[in-house]
């Protein structure tokens, strides 16, 4: 059993082909997956989802890019949203200072009342840190989120040491598939650091396509099944990212696919 803690399938990256998106999952032993929102409109999507696949849970929440358009009464609606049965987290929220389409203000505080909204509610956090982890760290400790409820960061990108010290503090971390990228060094330090029992494993489909089919599918094909270059990631790919791991950590496959079904199902309080 496999648990894709984080994918985007409500995108329309996947409207041609989302029955048979399922369909593979299901072959390749993906039991769940969870689908976070980056505004109102895509954390609907998300419920949505769930009531039509119930291998899907949902998350709700502002990605941090979007946070311009967020506002008293949408935080009001995320709360609303939390309350459905299979919202399980708030995500994915935090920091992205890579393109300031969002100012950094606004971010830092529609970061913390998000925060402040999980610890409400008791959900934990999905957290988008893009080149901002000195804020990013400082904002959760500050609204003493590691005392209060599950943090969980998605996509790592910090190093090893932050890691070891976010690991003090009782976060979990989820891995991507760009750590079957030959160049990515850094991932692999991390990875070493990270124990299974607070770690998870994720697609980010419909992006980060892990290796080999990151390379296998040329781009002018990628352009016309999917209508971009970049090939579209999706759950069933996660595979070739729990056989990396078990490779760098010189572990079993299904080792490291049960390992880390069971900490997603830890994190997100799912039975």
Do not use: W
């Given at each position: 059993m496999i648990f894709d803690s984080h994918a985007h399938l409500n995108l329309d990256?996947?409207?041609?082909?989302?029955?048979?998106?399922?369909?593979?999952?299901?072959?390749?032993?993906?039991?769940?997956?969870?689908?976070?929102?980056?505004?109102?409109?895509?954390?609907?999507?998300?419920?949505?989802?769930?009531?039509?696949?119930?291998?899907?849970?949902?998350?709700?929440?502002?990605?941090?890019?979007?946070?311009?358009?967020?506002?008293?009464?949408?935080?009001?609606?995320?709360?609303?949203?939390?309350?459905?049965?299979?919202?399980?987290?708030?995500?994915?929220?935090?920091?992205?200072?890579?393109?300031?389409?969002?100012?950094?203000?606004v971010q830092q505080q529609r970061f913390r009342e998000q925060i402040r909204l999980a610890e409400r509610l008791n959900l934990p956090i999905a957290i988008h840190d893009r080149e901002a982890h000195g804020d990013t760290v400082a904002i959760l400790k500050e609204e003493k989120a590691f005392d209060r409820i599950r943090?969980?960061?998605?996509?790592?990108?910090?190093?090893?040491?932050?890691?070891k010290d976010l690991l003090k503090l009782d976060c979990y971390f989820s891995i991507s598939g760009s750590i079957t990228y030959g160049n990515n060094k850094k991932a692999k330090a991390v990875l070493a650091e990270i124990p299974l029992d607070h770690m998870c494993v994720e697609t980010d489909a419909p992006f980060l396509a892990p290796e080999p089919a990151r390379s296998e599918m040329k781009k002018e094909d990628a352009r016309?099944?999917?209508?971009?270059?970049?090939v579209r990631n999706e759950p069933a790919f996660i595979v070739n990212t729990i056989r990396k791991i078990a490779e760098l950590k010189d572990l079993k496959f299904e080792e490291v696919a049960s390992a880390t079904y069971e900490t997603a199902k830890l994190f997100y309080g799912i039975k």
């Open positions: 990256a996947f409207d041609t082909d989302r029955t048979d998106v399922f369909e593979r999952m299901s072959m390749n032993g993906i039991s769940y997956v969870l689908n976070p929102g980056v505004d109102l409109e895509s954390s609907y999507a998300a419920i949505a989802l769930t009531e039509v696949f119930p291998q899907v849970y949902a998350a709700v929440g502002f990605h941090p890019q979007e946070t311009y358009k967020m506002n008293d009464d949408a935080l009001d609606e995320l709360e609303k949203m939390a309350k459905h049965p299979k919202v399980v987290a708030i995500g994915e929220i935090g920091l992205d200072y890579y393109r300031e389409r969002t100012k950094k203000p943090v969980l960061m998605h996509c790592y990108s910090g190093s090893a040491e932050m890691a016309k099944m999917y209508g971009s270059s970049a």
